[in-house]
């Protein structure tokens, strides 16, 4: 059974960083494109980047310059690094998988507020 587990959301003020980690099982990791997804409040879900098995990754130009994704094989995690958060990017965030099946983790709230 595929299982992601996100953790590391919070309540951030705007400016700041933070660190989502996303710990996979159940999949053979290294071969899957993994991804985090966002969904505010009353909006549809939306990629915000995402990392193939060949290590290039991508980005939604809304986070680009401010966001990095990262994985490591080794551990089945897949990170994503968000600094100079801004208010629009609350939302809740989620972890997704895809190798033989597309897989999603239960999400992890993120708040930018002052």
């Known amino acids: 059974q595929v299982q992601l587990v996100e953790s590391g959301g919070g309540l951030v003020q705007p400016g700041s960083s933070l660190r989502l980690s996303c710990a996979a099982s159940g999949l053979i990791f290294r071969l899957a494109t993994v991804a985090w997804y966002r969904q505010a409040p009353g909006k549809q879900r939306e990629l915000v980047a995402h990392?193939?098995?060949?290590?290039?990754?991508n980005y939604a130009d809304s986070v680009k310059g401010r966001f990095t994704i990262a994985r490591d094989n080794a551990k089945n995690m897949v990170y994503l690094q968000m600094n100079s958060l801004k208010p629009e990017d609350t939302a809740i965030y989620f972890c997704?998988?895809?190798?033989?099946?597309?897989?999603w983790g239960q999400g992890t709230q993120v708040t930018v507020s002052s």
């Open positions: 990392i193939t098995a060949g290590d290039a990754p």
């Open positions: 997704y998988a895809q190798h033989l099946g597309n897989y």
